[in-house]
């Protein structure tokens, strides 16, 4: 089974930035297209950036644009959220999905096989 390890999150001030972490076990990452997506309390899980496989051509929330970046590392089988100019609003958990399927960077949470247990990210105004 594939499992996804999320790390990064914190409490953080208005205007600070973090990057997230999420490191993928197994030997077949490099096939995946990866994203990220975000739930607030009493909110649905929104998708925040998305990655293909062979890292071009990333896709991110509106929301998020010119703030956040995903990237990755074949190598090491992980991928990255650098998140800048936090807000308020940004917090939320923070989950990364695997999609083992597509190679694409969907923004739709179903086309998701795995997922991680996420990392909360808190931003104080």
């Known amino acids: 089974q594939v499992q996804l390890v999320e790390s990064g999150g914190g409490l953080v001030q208005t205007g600070d930035s973090l990057r997230l972490s999420c490191a993928v076990s197994g030997r077949f990452f490099s096939s995946y297209a990866m994203g990220w997506f975000r739930q607030a309390p009493g909110k649905e899980r929104e998708f925040v950036a998305a990655?293909?496989?062979?890292?071009?051509?990333?896709v991110s929330a509106d929301s998020v644009k010119g703030r956040f970046t995903i990237s990755r590392d074949n190598a090491k089988n992980t991928v990255y959220l650098q998140m800048s100019s936090l807000k308020p609003q940004d917090t939320a958990r923070y989950y990364c999905?695997?999609?083992?399927?597509?190679?694409?960077?969907?923004?739709?949470?179903?086309?998701?096989?795995?997922w991680g247990q996420g990392t909360q990210v808190t931003v104080s105004s």
């Open positions: 990655i293909p496989k062979n890292g071009d051509s990333a």
């Open positions: 999905a695997a999609d083992r399927r597509t190679g694409v960077p969907e923004t739709r949470a179903r086309y998701y096989d795995y």
